[in-house]
């Protein structure tokens, strides 16, 4: 992969040199390095968990903090609290959408498998629909042939009631 310049000759990259390269085998440059005693280590933060009780208040003064009309007002609680703009945004529509209740924290993860029982319940509501639907259909039918027989003059056929 070499440029050709334009006078015919290929133009070749030297190679690079690396500065200040220790001739010393691997082994004494590991000896020579300071043990990892003396490097601070700081713990990995946790990730901050509010409360409904915290989410609310802190919606109430922003509010209030609206209301008021001071400007920067806003801004200075969102810096006092640590929190970002999404943050209010998000827990005012959870309050909008569910009340005070929708700021409590939700379980993480799958919602739990229904036991044999709910299974068992939900198959025969299932069922349960579809056979109503199966009557409705049938009444309808019946009462259609009943308005033909009475249009056409027909008489009914007697029915026994063992059917």
Not at 11 to 26: H, L, N, S, T
Not at 98 to 120: D, M, S, V, W
Not at 122 to 142: C, D, F, G, T, Y
Not at 148 to 162: F, R, T
């Amino acid at each position: 992969m070499y440029r050709w310049a334009e006078t015919g000759s290929p133009i070749v990259p030297k190679p690079a040199r690396i500065p200040d390269r220790d001739p010393a085998p691997e082994s004494e440059r590991r000896q020579a390095r300071p043990s990892g005693g003396t490097l601070e280590t700081v713990p990995k933060r946790t990730r901050r968990v509010f409360s409904a009780a915290e989410k609310l208040r802190i919606v109430k003064e922003a509010d209030a903090c609206v209301a008021s009309g001071q400007r920067g007002d806003l801004e200075a609680l969102l810096r006092r609290e640590g929190i970002y703009s999404s943050h209010l945004a998000s827990w005012r529509a959870q309050l909008g959408a569910h009340g005070a209740a929708g700021l409590a924290a939700k379980k993480p993860g799958r919602k739990p498998r229904l036991t044999q029982t709910e299974r068992l319940n939900a198959e025969l509501l299932k069922r349960n629909a579809e056979l109503e639907k199966k009557l409705r259909v049938a009444n309808a039918l019946i009462a259609l042939q009943k308005k033909a027989h009475e249009v056409l003059g027909i008489a009914l056929p007697e029915s026994d009631g063992d059917s």
